[in-house]
């Protein structure tokens, strides 16, 4: 069964860092275009940062860019999102995301493209 599974979302304060976790298990994530995207409360589902099948592309939205590093371990299967100086508009339910394709740079974000979801971590940034 292919599965990806999320870990690491919580609680944290405005400026404070969380690291979240993709495990994939079923399938290897190496050949894959990864990313990670979010849905906040009354909003629609948006990209956050996707990387390409070779690790060499990625893309991050403006909103979280310098902030926000996707990366990925093929060698333990794990996708990662690093965020740092988090902000209340950064609340949100965070997915991980991947499909077996070779995605052009603009379009490494594009949602309908991916047919691998995660269950979702909740990320809350609040005082």
């Known amino acids: 069964q292919l599965q990806l599974v999320e870990s690491g979302g919580g609680l944290v304060q405005p400026g404070g860092s969380l690291r979240l976790s993709c495990a994939a298990s079923?399938?290897?994530?190496?050949?894959?275009?990864i990313g990670w995207f979010r849905q906040a409360p009354g909003k629609e589902r948006e990209g956050v940062s996707c990387?390409?099948?070779?690790?060499?592309?990625?893309k991050t939205a403006d909103s979280v860019k310098g902030r926000f590093t996707i990366s990925r371990d093929n060698a333990k299967n794990t996708m990662y999102l690093q965020m740092n100086s988090l902000k209340p508009e950064d609340t949100a339910v965070y997915y991980c995301?991947?499909?077996?394709?070779?995605?052009?740079?603009?379009?490494?974000?594009?949602?309908?493209?991916?047919?691998?979801w995660g269950q979702g971590t909740q990320v809350t940034v609040s005082s």
């Open positions: 995301a991947a499909v077996p394709l070779s995605l052009p740079v603009q379009a490494l974000c594009q949602m309908g493209a991916y047919n691998y």
């Open positions: 079923g399938f290897t994530l190496d050949g894959y275009t």
């Open positions: 990387i390409s099948k070779s690790g060499r592309s990625t």
